[in-house]
């Protein structure tokens, strides 16, 4: 629950948070403080230059009469500039990280792998060794909870892997106030946390660290059904250009039972598709009936990882070469599914690759 409110519960409080700042001046002021507001998404995340934007917060909340009504402002106004705060630069610092504590507390004391009765990683485990290798999960479904429990928060997987950066959404790494908190913390010398860029993933490549990726991003989770076993992968092709120009290794690996965690809404998929092809998750789900941002209970998480696929090192690789060998890994993940289908307790499952 800790984790989920991290990536959801902030979605929509700084939009509440501004409506609030400018609510006391009608609708003229509402417009006025989202605008200022939208501003953080084109000025550099640095508090040079973010600092006026908040201040043009503040003095909104400020001018709105005196009484209940400006008190309200000035709580919201407050409140939406420590969120601006908890995703920008000090000028001292990069991040609010890393804090030990933090991870020993999701991963050992609560456990949440505990939360299913079943969550493990499996398959090739005697091939994981460091270097130049990006493991490349499937499926993301709605939470990434085999991702997640599996190797995100798998200590002994980061050990044997070397030091590992997970690579994930760029506006949910770095724009989300409390999920950024939560991953700045998570940074340690086995693993780091950082947004999914071509920028981000080029220099990681260069200096050859171990990488882990969900490919099928936004896309996959809004083809997700519960029962269904679907990964979006047919136009996903660049990360294997980038491993083809650093000589990199690819690593498959599936999660059993994610696509089981929620039910899901299907309808309206080509808008959700398009949704997703600007970063904006188009899903509805329900899980847990007490709870239904918790995924259902009594659901194993198997992940298992293939052997590594290896490919050759092409500075320069071409259309050919890129489809080349983005065949082989649908392939291989093809074969890694129906290998471990039957272990996994789903042995007439078909894996579908849209």
Same mark, same amino acid.
């Given at each position: ?14 939009? %509440? ?39 043009? %917060? ?11 009504? #400006? ?38 004391? %609560? ?28 499926? !993301? ?10 190797m995100f928060w798998n200590s002994s997987f980061h050990e044997a892997a070397g030091r590992i950066g997970f690579l994930l959404d760029a506006n949910l790494r770095n724009n989300s106030p409390l999920f950024r908190l939560f991953l700045d913390w998570y940074e ?17 490549? @260069?200096? $050859? @660290? ?15 059904? *519960? ?10 092709? $660049? ?5 083809? #120009?650093?000589?990199? *290794? ?64 092409? @500075? ?17 993940? #093809?074969?890694?599914?129906?290998? !471990? ?14």
């Open positions: 629950l800790i984790c989920l409110t991290g990536w959801v519960g902030c979605i929509p409080l700084p939009p %509440l948070l501004a409506f609030g700042t400018g609510a006391g001046h009608g609708a003229a002021g509402i417009v006025l403080s989202y605008a200022i507001f939208g501003l953080i998404l084109v000025v550099p995340a640095k508090w040079t230059w973010r600092l006026p934007v908040c201040c043009a %917060l503040l003095a909104v909340a400020y001018a709105t009469p005196s009484g209940e009504s #400006q008190r309200c402002a000035i709580a919201s106004a407050a409140g939406l500039c420590v969120c601006i705060g908890m995703c920008t630069a000090g000028p001292y610092r990069e991040s609010w990280g890393p804090w030990p504590w933090f991870f020993d507390l999701i991963s050992k004391r %609560l456990d949440g792998r505990t939360y299913f009765p079943g969550s493990h990683l499996r398959g090739a485990l005697d091939q994981i060794a460091p270097g130049r290798v990006l493991y490349s999960v499937h499926p !993301h479904g709605i939470f990434t909870a085999g991702w997640t429990w599996n340690a010398p086995t693993r780091w946390a950082g947004a999914a860029t071509k920028d981000v993933m080029k220099r990681s490549m @260069e200096r $050859g @660290e171990t990488l882990a990726l969900l490919p099928g991003g936004f896309q996959e989770a809004c083809i997700c059904a *519960r029962g269904r076993d679907r990964v979006y992968i047919k136009k996903r092709a $660049g990360f294997i250009k980038y491993c083809l #120009q650093y000589g990199y *290794r690819i690593v498959p690996a599936y999660s059993f039972g994610e696509s089981d965690t929620y039910s899901t809404f299907s309808s309206l998929l080509g808008f959700r598709l398009w949704l997703a092809s600007y970063n904006i998750p188009g899903v509805l789900f329900s899980g847990f009936p007490l709870c239904p941002i918790l995924p259902y209970t009594g659901v194993s998480l198997l992940t298992y990882i293939g052997p590594p696929i290896i490919l050759p090192t092409i @500075e320069e690789p071409t259309s050919a070469d890129v489809d080349k060998w983005h065949a082989v890994y649908m392939e291989q993940l #093809q074969a890694l599914f129906e290998r !471990h289908k039957a272990e996994a307790g789903r042995p007439e499952a078909t894996l579908e690759l849209w």
